[in-house]
């Protein structure tokens, strides 16, 4: 080593010049992309503002939000990549409306591809992606809402029991909601999407996996041995090997005339009405492609479905007048001690209960920045034209609070049938995406948090644990309130439903 090191000293203030000239050029670069749009001047080598992107994201992507105030949009450096975020709504649809071979590329995230592989449906435009999201449709009918609706009740109320219990364990301490809601979702997810062609023991070994994944998803992208990074990959591909096999299981029931039971079951059973019509099978049907699309399904719906159930209980504490007028509009449609599921009918009548839940998503959108790069030069303004390789990143929380009437009040009567500020202000409402891209199971997402609202204020009284900064946002990798939503919980109802599927 020490021969190495003498062998190299005489070039030492080459190397030295060499390293330095990198530095200059690579900071001529970032200015030059710049111009004269608001950002930083000066950023470090390579990792630019990584650092503390990474350490503190709420505050990272609230600087970057006010240096966007002026223009609409600002940028920044992260780990070798120039950034643009998109505060504008006009701006993030102009994005949105964009995803093309020569314009823009949803990436999910900015190492995405790496992370998530190369079947996924955030990556399709085009006639190929139209033709997914055909095939897709028959998932998210009435009839199969329907279906999923009856296992979301039944899993989300095994898991009130469960939070109860654990809370009457520890009386006088605070439980925080925010593992026990990713829990409940996970198993929701499973359930309604694969049902039981995942075994027990397969969903323990998915859960560890997607744990994985989920701590990946904010670490830096180091895609080398220990690092969380590599774990994550490494678990996206046994995750997405678990859902090909789903997916072939489903394919066999569904060829011998089964009836559907989860939503794989609903996919599957088009597509073998595909084959048997035109005696070839779809693309992208592959029990591989579908696997890796029902890993993207299990994406969007998980942390997202966890961000807003945890919201949804932070406000309805904070806002004791909301959370009378949802118990009495859920008491005079349902009882527990109907010992009957929430029907579908019942669920549309819950027209209030659909408002809170709507601006739940609204104030607090769980995916609140949706990454695209830039495969060529595209003019955002006259004056400022987006470099290709750019990774622009359209706020959806920052259009949440344009448009809207007293858009900082959270204010569930903008969404009655009186005011329809989801009509006026459409375009500010970007929770579920906009453009090809918008999301496809957004009532269904609806659905889950309606239903969530309905038992859980209806079958527990709760009471949410005040701290400094506890409805602080935090990243993980949705944004959650900072203390994870530690509540009080005790049983409201005189007894729980007893509820099934027959």
Known sequence: MISFLFFLSPFAPFLGTLFVLILLLEQISYLRKKRNVPGPNMVLPFFGNAIPLVREPTRFWEIQADLASSLGFSVNYIIGRFIVFIRNSELSH???????PDAFLLVGHP???KLFGEHNLIYMFGQDHKDLRRQIAPNFTPRALSTYTALQQIIILEHLKSWERLSSESPGKPIPLRLLARDMNLETSQTVFVGSYLSNEARVKFRDDYN???????????????????????????????????AAQSKKRMFQGDEPSCLIDFWMQETVREIAESKTAPPGSSDYEIGSYLFDFLFAAQDASTSSLLWAVSFLDSHPDVLRRVRE?????????????????QLREMKYTQAVA????????PATLVPHIAMKDFPLTESYTIPKGTIVFPSVYESSFQGFTEADRFDPDRFSEDRQEEV?????????????????????????LVLFIAMFVTVLDFKRHQTDGCDDIMYCPTICPKDGCSVFLSRRCPRYPNLSLN
């Open 329 to 345: 509009e859920v008491s005079s449609i349902w009882s527990p001690e109907s010992d009957t599921l929430i029907s579908a009918e």
């Open 111 to 113: 190492f995405g591809k």
């Open 94 to 100: 102009l994005i949105f409306a964009n995803v093309r």
């Open 424 to 448: 006026i202000f459409k375009r500010n409402y970007l929770a579920f995406g906009a453009g090809p891209h918008q999301c496809v199971g957004q009532r269904y997402a609806l659905n889950h």
């Open 358 to 365: 709507r601006e739940v998503i609204r104030y607090r959108p």
């Open 212 to 246: 994985l994944f989920n701590t990946g998803l904010m670490k830096l992208p180091f895609d080398l041995p220990g690092f969380a990074f590599r774990n994550a990959r490494l678990a996206v591909e046994r995750l997405v090997e678990a859902l090909t096999d789903c």
